[in-house]
């Protein structure tokens, strides 16, 4: 009885904190600090949700959108703006998020979307600036379709691809949706719908492509789902691990390796970095899959053309550096070249600013720790992949891309590269854009005549 007693007032102890306004920590560590807004110690549902549709007498909604429910009782009527109104610069914090009765509880939010296309400083945004696709179609994702909306695109914040609509260049969606929610999940990290890395779903456009890798630390064996045989499963981690059953988060792997996920509250770069393992080219081809092959595919039709012997299509995706029989790869990815001030612009080891992805097996590449001039952090069962090129929302080129695309493969004198860091004041850089694997003038850097 006593011990029955003892626990019912820990329980009216930590309920009482929290109506007093302390939030609840988990015992190994967890807080609102950890990334776990969306589940567990910093959830509030209330900040996106309204169970009765109501609030003071008058119907939830804001200007723009039609004050009735919206599915999953939310208070906004389109997914994507749901994920915007917290995700974009000058909302991303409790206080300035774009939704009436937001709890302001001090919590942060990772920007998406700027208003200006500037990275904010200290801030980090691997996968790009969905300002850039909003600015130009072109430029990136455009995920402005709410579940069965798919003919009429309902978001506010984002604008829809006047050409594309919601149909995917080289594929197509069947999921009946074209919003964040298509690859982000919104709650549990561990689960059989959502993954580790950046809550990517586990299944996209109808394909299992984060399969069971429980090993790795990233998700459950839970949930059912079938693993299609030509989907590489994602393996990266970002967040750490549920243990006790799901109870305690810890902020490490189940295999005792770092946490590989760049910290999206301070500045990219080569000490602060995505690492990537597993299939993120299979993720992408679940819905572009015409974009995906290689020199040893064996199709016969591509879009109705016959696919002749010894012809390219495609850039090859998902195919390790160090291929037989190829010209480029790891070899050339970190080639010593020599420009005409006779120093190495090219980065000997493994370079955030063209990630690759790295094999289960060797871990030194790390996000917090530079590998930029170590060579023996690029390695030939390292994998090319969708975004060695391209950015995973937008960026400032068309297509995505992370380079200029239509730009010269090499860096004029007192400028600087495609993420504005480095100022070539050395020299003339090949290592730029399609340069960075196929240097055409060899070890030699490119002389300019001007």
């Known amino acids: 009885m006593k011990k029955y007693l003892l626990a019912m007032a820990i329980v009216v102890a930590t309920a009482s904190m929290a109506f007093a306004g ?22 509030i549902c209330t900040d996106c949700h309204t169970l009765h549709n109501s609030d003071g007498g008058a119907a939830v909604g804001e200007a723009g959108y039609s004050g009735t429910a919206n599915r999953e009782l939310l208070k906004r009527g389109d997914w994507t703006d749901m994920c915007l109104s917290c995700h974009k610069d000058g909302q991303n914090t409790s206080a300035t998020a774009a939704l009436d009765g937001v709890e302001d509880s001090g919590w942060v939010a990772p920007i998406v979307m700027t208003l200006d296309g500037v990275d904010p400083a200290g801030k980090s945004l691997p996968a790009g600036d969905f300002y850039y696709s909003n600015l130009d179609p072109k430029k990136g994702h455009n995920p402005a379709y709410t579940k069965g909306s798919m003919t009429t695109a309902t978001s506010l914040f984002m604008t829809a691809d006047p ?12 999921d009946g949706e074209w919003s964040c929610h298509s690859c982000h999940g919104m709650h549990a990290r561990f689960s059989a719908s959502y993954s580790a890395w950046r809550q990517v779903k586990r299944k996209v456009n109808g394909v299992v492509v ?51 996920g760049a910290d999206l509250f301070a500045d990219e770069s080569d000490t602060n970095k995505n690492v990537y393992r597993g299939g993120f080219s299979s993720f992408c081809s679940a819905c572009h899959g015409d974009f995906h092959g290689g020199k040893d ?7 109705g053309k016959t696919r002749v012997s010894g012809t390219w299509l495609r850039h090859p995706t998902n195919v390790k550096m160090n291929e037989a029989g190829s010209k480029y790869g790891i070899s050339t990815y970190k080639v010593v070249v020599t420009n005409k001030q006779a120093t190495n612009p090219n980065p000997v080891g493994y370079d955030w600013k063209y990630p690759l992805v790295q094999p289960d ?37 068309e297509n995505m891309t992370r380079w200029d695309t239509n730009a010269h493969a090499f860096i004029a004198n007192g400028t600087t590269d495609h993420t504005g860091g480095v100022d070539q004041i050395a020299g003339d850089n090949p290592a730029y854009g399609c340069g960075k694997c196929h240097q055409k003038g060899g070890a030699k850097a490119f002389v300019k005549a001007f």
């Open 361 to 397: 097996d060797n871990f030194t590449v790390k996000r917090a720790v530079a590998s930029y001039t170590d060579a023996a952090t690029a390695i030939g069962d390292d994998k090319i992949m969708c975004l060695t090129c391209h950015k995973a929302h937008a960026s400032e080129f």
């Open 210 to 260: 984060t399969g069971d890798v429980s090993g790795f630390g990233v998700e459950t064996t839970a949930g059912g789902e079938t693993q299609n045989a030509a989907y590489e499963p994602i393996k990266s981690n970002s967040r750490g691990d549920l243990q006790n059953g799901g109870l305690d988060y810890v902020a490490a792997r189940k295999d005792a390796n770092p946490l590989e």
């Open 22 to 43: 302390v939030p609840y920590v988990l015992p190994a560590g967890g807080g609102v600090n950890t990334g776990q807004y969306h589940s567990y110690d910093g959830l």
């Open 297 to 303: 595919e064996t199709r016969t039709t591509d879009n």
């Open 163 to 174: 050409v594309l609509g919601s149909t995917p260049p080289g594929g197509a969606i069947t």
